[in-house]
């Protein structure tokens, strides 16, 4: 990888953390487990269309890891990781049926895949299959809050080109 | 066309989210509670015939500490990192449960069958 690259992916993955992190201080007003508008996946959104796939995994595997560690929140760890990771194996097949301007659209499914894979997450810690009441839950909150956060990577997109790239 | 497809696929799930939503928030429920940790129930408590109460249950590096009071049940505090369990209020719905993922902590309305095994006992 080139230097150039790495510091790009560098760059997103702090940019994605502070976006984060500032997600954090509102206070989220449905309090059920799972659900929250996920700004910081704007960037991955856009990362998925413009770099290679395994810079895109290793891109979110380090801000999955960060995020946890920032938030003092480590036993969320295994359920954004297994959200992120089925989020990001659906949008890389995605992004070769979906063109860029669509990528709301692509947005959605990531959201709704993301909030599946939390969801096998949980019953699986859990050991319980009563957590999947709020399955309904969050299918709502990820189709609105994909629908959001992809619109807001097209508008980034279309703003980055602007500026030459 | 393709994407035609593809936005009613995303329409169906919304519209299947909202009326599961619907379906969930209007079970009826009954007054068995179970509080599990790591899926084993650690306690069972009739609301119906429940004294008030507060006790705290340890585990996972962390304390919940649960209120019992006028047959309802709720998080009242606790030393996650979310506190989303505390927020979920009081359990009201049967389907829904109240969790602490941090914690592995569930309390949820038992099921129907074993609810009715649980009362014979």
Same mark, same amino acid.
């Given at each position: @990888? /080139?230097? /150039?690259?790495?510091a790009e992916?560098?760059?997103l993955?702090a940019?994605?953390?502070?976006?984060?992190?500032?997600?954090?201080?509102i206070? #989220?007003?449905?309090?059920i487990?799972g659900?929250?508008l996920g700004?910081? #996946?704007?960037?991955?959104?856009?990362?998925?269309? $413009?770099y290679?796939?395994?810079?895109?995994?290793?891109?979110?595997?380090?801000?999955? @890891?960060?995020?946890?560690?920032?938030?003092? #929140?480590m @036993?969320?760890?295994i359920y954004?990781?297994?959200?992120?990771?089925l989020?990001?194996l659906g949008m890389?097949?995605?992004?070769?049926?979906?063109n860029?301007?669509h990528?709301?659209l692509s947005?959605v499914?990531?959201?709704?895949? $993301? #909030?599946?894979?939390?969801?096998?997450?949980?019953?699986?810690?859990?050991?319980?299959?009563?957590v999947i009441?709020?399955?309904p839950?969050l299918?709502v909150?990820?189709?609105?809050a994909g629908a959001?956060?992809?619109l807001a990577?097209q508008f980034?997109?279309?703003?980055?080109?602007?500026?030459? $790239? | 066309?393709k994407?035609?497809v593809m &936005? &009613?696929?995303?329409v169906?799930?919304?519209?299947?989210g909202?009326?599961? +939503? *619907? =379906?969930?928030l209007?079970?009826?429920?009954?007054?068995?509670v179970?509080?599990?940790q790591d899926?084993?129930?650690?306690?069972?408590v009739? =609301?119906?015939? *429940?004294q008030?109460?507060?006790?705290?249950?340890?585990?996972h590096?962390g +304390?919940?500490?649960?209120?019992i +009071?006028?047959?309802?049940?709720?998080?009242k505090e606790?030393?996650?990192p979310?506190h989303?369990?505390?927020?979920?209020?009081w359990? +009201?719905?049967s *389907?829904?449960?109240?969790?602490?993922?941090p914690?592995?902590?569930?309390?949820?309305?038992?099921?129907?069958?074993g609810?009715a095994?649980?009362?014979?006992?």
């Amino acid at each position: @990888m /080139k230097a /150039k690259r790495l510091a790009e992916l560098a760059v997103l993955c702090a940019v994605s953390l502070v976006i984060f992190i500032v997600e954090l201080q509102i206070p #989220n007003p449905f309090p059920i487990p799972g659900v929250k508008l996920g700004l910081a #996946n704007i960037v991955t959104v856009y990362a998925v269309y $413009h770099y290679k796939p395994y810079e895109v995994a290793l891109l979110v595997a380090v801000r999955v @890891m960060l995020a946890s560690v920032f938030s003092g #929140n480590m @036993m969320a760890l295994i359920y954004s990781a297994a959200g992120s990771f089925l989020c990001l194996l659906g949008m890389l097949l995605l992004r070769r049926v979906i063109n860029e301007k669509h990528l709301w659209l692509s947005s959605v499914f990531g959201a709704v895949l $993301h #909030n599946t894979g939390q969801m096998a997450a949980a019953v699986l810690v859990l050991q319980t299959v009563q957590v999947i009441a709020y399955y309904p839950f969050l299918l709502v909150s990820g189709c609105l809050a994909g629908a959001f956060t992809g619109l807001a990577a097209q508008f980034l997109t279309a703003r980055l080109k602007a500026i030459g $790239h | 066309m393709k994407y035609k497809v593809m &936005i &009613i696929i995303a329409v169906v799930i919304l519209l299947t989210g909202i009326a599961g +939503s *619907a =379906l969930v928030l209007n079970m009826p429920h009954q007054s068995l509670v179970q509080i599990k940790q790591d899926g084993k129930v650690v306690r069972t408590v009739d =609301l119906a015939a *429940a004294q008030d109460e507060v006790f705290t249950m340890r585990g996972h590096g962390g +304390s919940n500490t649960i209120e019992i +009071s006028d047959g309802k049940i709720r998080v009242k505090e606790a030393d996650c990192p979310d506190h989303t369990c505390v927020k979920m209020g009081w359990l +009201s719905s049967s *389907a829904l449960p109240i969790v602490c993922l941090p914690h592995r902590l569930e309390i949820a309305y038992a099921e129907s069958d074993g609810g009715a095994d649980a009362v014979a006992q």
